[in-house]
């Protein structure tokens, strides 16, 4: 591969990043329930060292958080291939504002993306946490 098409590659890896992160954070601001289908029954949530795994018990972790709103200003948006073929590894970082809460939280979240037979992605290790301090 050359040098022109490995920056082709890492472009695409990073369109499709942005688009995940924009629309995973768009949907977990807005409607909490429908993240679940991003996940697959094979996927593993770490959130705050809590690990579930499962589309559907990672989508009953995330609807039944004890906010009901919140909205997220990502900073940072990293992504590398994946060792699985076509898979994204996605790290992002940014803050959180809770309903009602005066002070933004930090977090940190990492996905691994791995593609379908139909063209998408899945999410298979999303890892999630609060940067305290």
């Avoid at 970082?93 to 002070?103: A, F, P, R, W």
């Amino acid at each position: 591969m050359d040098k022109e098409e490995k920056m082709g590659v890492e472009d695409q890896l990073e369109m499709v990043a942005k688009a995940f992160v924009n629309h995973y954070y768009h949907l977990f601001d807005t409607n909490r329930a429908a993240l679940a289908p991003l996940y697959h029954h094979t996927s593993m949530l770490s959130f705050e060292g809590q690990k579930i795994q499962g589309a559907e018990e990672i989508g009953q972790k995330l609807a039944q958080l004890p906010f009901e709103h919140c909205r997220h200003f990502i900073s940072t948006i990293d992504s590398q291939p994946s060792p699985f073929g076509g898979g994204i590894l996605v790290f992002v970082s940014g803050n959180l504002q809770l309903q009602g809460e005066e002070h933004q939280l930090k977090f940190s979240q990492m996905f691994q993306l791995i593609p379908t037979q139909h063209g998408s992605f899945f999410v298979q290790n999303d890892m999630f946490r609060l940067n305290y301090g």
